[in-house]
């Protein structure tokens, strides 16, 4: 089943199929990376925005990079530099880069919600490069291919996800990915930064190392040094000495397991410096498998062909929620 | 008086005089001159007819909780607006909130409030006071001040007493008045930056959730300080099972205190937040289904005393934001009698029930000589037609607030003629 969705919100409610596709169109981009000339001209005459409403490097430059290999003008919007510091709504920032019809809009927000906010109001695609606590999707599928290139599959595996998940979007992208894939997942973290309710996301523990026990895949996230003020964790040093991921850690996984990082890293924080420099650390090859996952994310919706927008119209979940007019209901079964 | 009234046919309910019959009711000179099974035309001395038939004649509809933002805030709403909103809800009472700018926490605002709805004419409008100065939770407001300008109730709602020593004081100060202290329980340092219900939806959102014991930790301290202290202890928009059941307990025990519920946490759970939609958002928040079926058990076994609508109206640039960044609050005046008739017949709730908590019970907690059709009482009445469909379109509203979560439900119920002291200030379309 092709991708058909008018923008990449987010991956919940994205089925097997789509996802698999989406993939196998990153591994076809992959290519394009290796060569000599990195270049191809499939969206020449196209132009990407990319509004960033939260500081970030590595997600901003892989989108940018992801753009122009494929020929795209692609225009930055840091929040620093634009009329947002001039208390310019997120609507009117939006309208005025619609009308001057882009492509495709990028955006990082602050705010869960940000990009269906848009989406909602916007004819043009979203691609949310990272919403509040909600959702990454590009992340998710950058992983998600890293796992495969190295695991040969995506069904099956057990994936330990670490650290504050209460407040990744990563966390969440990755998890709704993997069981749509047939993957299980566990969470392992302090109690303050799990919830109850993610027993129905896949298994919930506050022991690393019960929680690393023959993982296939180990999926460490930044630990945000702020939360430590916030009493989610007394310190920085008491949250490593629980979730640091050290090479004892590491040796109750899987021999073959792989570890990954979606960055930056806090070295000794979350991430002990020799399991983070050491064979199963994959994290360069997501590095470098994010420019193709944005590629493929970028080329299917500006290339989206026309006759789908009447196929999503009775499209998975994450396409119908983003597409209803804000003021909707859900009436409670009386 | 040529402007007597002769109501003749409809099916009167009148929780306070226990009649829940067809009835003809007969209002001269801005009271309620008879109620009986036929009054003809020569008893009724020239009155002009109103034809009732197939309709409920109900006491004045009161509604103890609305936000009518004048002074201060009249872009999303003024006091003659919301009142037109209010008749044409069926209101004939309203008590609005202290939360406008300036605050009400001095006598010459309660007097303005007063003056504004006196010139609109429409609904009755009955302020509440400031527990504290400018609602910041620290010093009592002049509440005796402001009883002698009319207050009925005194309340920082929206702005939850943190302070636990500042609510025993209020609760005791205004013992001496007869005065309700009207509390929004949430503890702000469990509920912190939380934008919604505390659950799965909220996880899955990526939105910060407040849980229900944000509220529920606020009920179990104002009712432990309400055992001694004396004065009247009144729960604003309950919203969880657990607050319901200490509620259920307390009355039990006969602790002085009463509660309300609005009709968007009887009728919608946190779904409908769902797509981030902005007019699903409130403090307190829509919480999880096991917390509506609570409220309706309360509001059936007498738990919960009012259906008040929490009517907050607001300019659309506050919801046409991220959702983090939205305004609390959505507008209900009209659309909260027909989501009542419309969750009496869900939840089986006999009607008189309902409409007690819409008219004599509201009038009781607020202590006012309204919420009934005794002869001899003031000449409020709403008729409603039970069986008027109808579609919640925001744009119709008389209101300036244009945020409803009900926005193209399909209801069922519509006041058709809203009578204040004896005189028509609403008749709908068609009647």
Known sequence: ?334 | MSGDLLIRGGTVIDPASGIHARRDVLVCDGNIAAVSEKIDNEGAGGATVIDAQNCLVLPGLIDMHVHLREPGYEYKETIETGTQAAVAGGFTTVACMANTDPVNDSAAVTEYIRERAKAAGLARVYPIGAVSKDLKGEQLAEIGEMHCAGIVAVSDDGMPIMNGGLMRHALEYTAMFGLPVIVHEEDRSIAADGVMNEGAESLRLGLKGIPSAAEEAMVARDLALLARTGGRLHIAHVSTAGAVELIRAAKRRQSPVTAEVTPHHFSLTEAAVAGYNTHAKMHPPLRAEHDVEAVRRGLADGTIDAIASDHAPHHRDGKEVEFDRALNGVVGLETTLALALRMAEEAKIPLDVVIAAMTVNPARILGLPLGTLAPGATGDVTIVDPTRRWTVQASRFRSKGRSTPFEGMELQGQAIVTIVGGRVVWRAEGA
């Open chain 1, 1 to 334: 089943m092709p991708f058909t969705h008018r923008h990449m919100l987010g991956l919940e409610g994205v089925s097997k199929e789509e996802l698999l596709y989406l993939l196998d169109t990153a591994k076809s981009f992959k290519e394009i990376s290796e060569r000599n000339i990195k270049k191809v001209p499939t969206l020449q005459g196209k132009t990407v925005v990319a509004l960033f409403y939260e500081a970030s490097t590595r997600t901003r430059t892989s989108f940018e990079i992801a753009a122009k290999r494929m020929s795209a003008d692609f225009v930055n919007l840091s929040s620093a530099t634009s009329s947002v510091t001039k208390g310019e709504t997120l609507l009117d920032t939006a309208r005025n880069l619609a009308a001057m019809r882009p492509d495709a809009i990028v955006i990082r927000h602050p705010a869960s919600g940000a990009p269906h906010f848009l989406a909602a109001r916007l004819e043009c695609p979203i691609v949310n490069a990272g919403d509040g606590a909600h959702e990454h999707p590009t992340q998710a599928i950058l992983d998600l291919l890293t796992i495969r290139e190295r695991k040969g599959r995506l069904n099956g595996l057990t994936v330990a996800i670490i650290g504050d998940i209460l407040h990744s979007r990563v966390a969440r992208s990755d998890a709704f990915a993997l069981n749509a894939l047939g993957s299980s997942v566990r969470f392992v973290g302090p109690p303050t930064l799990l919830v109850p309710e993610l027993r129905a996301w896949g298994d919930v523990t506050t022991d690393l190392h019960e929680g690393v026990g023959d993982a296939d895949v180990i999926i460490m996230l930044r630990i945000q040094l702020e939360r430590q003020g916030k009493n989610f964790f007394p310190t920085v040093d008491e949250y490593s000495r629980y979730f640091c991921l050290t090479q004892r850690a590491v040796a109750r996984a899987k021999p073959d397991v792989i570890i990954m990082h979606p960055g930056p890293i806090n070295r000794g924080v979350e991430l002990a410096s020799d399991v983070a420099d050491g064979p199963y650390s994959v994290i360069m090859e997501q590095v470098t498998n994010g420019v193709a996952a944005r590629m493929a994310v970028l080329y299917l919706l500006i290339n989206r062909p026309r006759e789908a927008d009447i196929e999503a119209e009775s499209g998975t979940q994450a396409a119908t929620e983003a597409e209803a007019a804000t003021p909707r209901l859900r009436r409670r079964v009386g």
